[in-house]
């Protein structure tokens, strides 16, 4: 069955600091992996998808994540952080043979002034 | 372009009641999902519904129904409430195959007294 692994809870960095959010897969076959955000009592917004092609992805705000066969990672990052990018954020995977998205448990990100 | 949009926002109900939670795709989707999200964790799947037909259904007992009319729109329906089945529910829509990004609503909170 697909999983994936959020391993911090919390992440703090300052602004303009780069920042890095982790995440690891589990999957049979190839994965499709997505990051999401979420903002207090709002549903869920797309930041980028790995689906095949080139390991490092650019997604919307300046976001980009790192897809990593070999350590099963999918890192998501910004070279400058901003105090507006504090949120929930969310790693996923799809499941094969229909579109269930498989969540991780979510990395409350904090960026400080 | 308008998102997707769920209806109603808020909702407070008692134990053993009924629910229908209602969902309209962004225009030109045909796939809708659901989500169940209990506060803390990261969401659930509960349905997929493709051309009006289920295509996947997630660990969720029979209480919980779904179906998608002619026009993609889709209601989620749960009987017999239960306090535990206070949540955010979430309606993805997307295109149509297993690439494709689906795209959340703002979500219902359901809260059960």
């Known amino acids: 069955a697909q999983s994936v692994a959020q391993p911090e809870d919390q992440v703090n960095v300052a602004e303009g600091n780069p920042l890095t959010v982790k995440c690891t897969y589990s999957?049979?076959?190839?994965?499709?992996l997505f990051w999401y955000v979420q903002y207090p009592n709002r549903g869920l917004q797309f930041l980028l998808k790995?689906?095949?092609?080139?390991?490092l992805v650019k997604g919307s705000y300046g976001f980009e994540a790192e897809f990593n066969k070999s350590q099963t990672s999918f890192h998501l990052k910004k070279p400058s952080a901003l105090v507006s990018d504090s949120a929930l954020y969310f790693c996923a995977v799809r499941s094969t043979g229909f579109q269930k998205l498989v969540f991780g448990t979510g990395t409350r990100l904090l960026v400080s002034p | 372009d308008a998102g997707v949009t769920q209806s109603p926002t808020h909702l407070i109900k008692t134990r053993g009641q009924q629910v229908t939670l209602r969902c309209s795709p962004i225009s030109g989707h045909k796939s809708v999902s659901w989500y169940q999200q209990v506060l803390g964790q990261g969401p659930q799947f509960i349905f997929q519904?493709?051309?009006?037909?289920?295509?996947g259904r997630g660990n969720f007992p029979d209480r919980f129904s779904a179906r998608q009319f002619p026009n993609y729109s889709s209601e989620l329906n749960v009987n017999a409430l239960l306090l535990g089945d206070s949540a955010l529910y979430l309606c993805?829509?997307?295109?149509?195959?297993?690439?494709?990004?689906?795209?959340f609503g703002p979500g219902t909170r359901l809260t059960v007294l």
């Open positions: 993805a829509s997307s295109l149509r195959g297993q690439s494709d990004t689906q795209y």
């Open positions: 790995y689906i095949t092609g080139d390991n």
């Open positions: 519904y493709y051309e009006k037909e289920e295509r």
């Open positions: 999957v049979s076959g190839n994965p499709y």
